[in-house]
Nanobody, 116 residues
Framework: QVQLVESGGGLVQPGGSLRLSCAAS????????LGWYRQAPGKQRELVAD???????NYADPVKSRFTISRDNAKNTVYLQMNSLKPEDTGVYYC??????????WGQGTQVAVSS
């Protein structure tokens, strides 16, 4: 099993920044990809960005050039730096860990609200 604990959400004005963190514990050696998903009210959960163990990254089109995902394998932590936030970035952000056997683990989610 893998446990994931997110932190760093909150309320921010449009144009502001937030940094999310997700600490992984448990069977860390089984994790290949770490990522962030989000779910807006009334919408399906969608991929925001992910990063493989060797550092290859993937971003959803709406967040490219504004968000940066990074990973510290020594600390078993993944980060999401979010800049130039927009109201449409509002939602619950979930940390995801995918094992080499394609099994998914999820954090409890952290709320991000972008509003003036």
């Amino acid at each position: 099993q893998v446990q994931l604990v997110e932190s760093g959400g909150g309320l921010v004005q449009p144009g502001g920044s937030l940094r999310l963190s997700c600490a992984a514990s448990g069977r860390i050696f089984s994790i290949n990809v770490l990522g962030w998903y989000r779910q807006a009210p009334g919408k399906q959960r969608e991929l925001v960005a992910d990063i493989t163990r060797d550092g290859s990254t993937n971003y959803a089109d709406p967040v490219k050039s504004r968000f940066t995902i990074s990973r510290d394998n020594a600390k078993n932590t993944v980060y999401l730096q979010m800049n130039s936030l927009k109201p449409e970035d509002t939602g619950v952000y979930y940390c995801n860990a995918r094992s080499y056997f394609a099994r998914d683990f999820w954090g409890q989610g952290t709320q991000v609200a972008v509003s003036s």
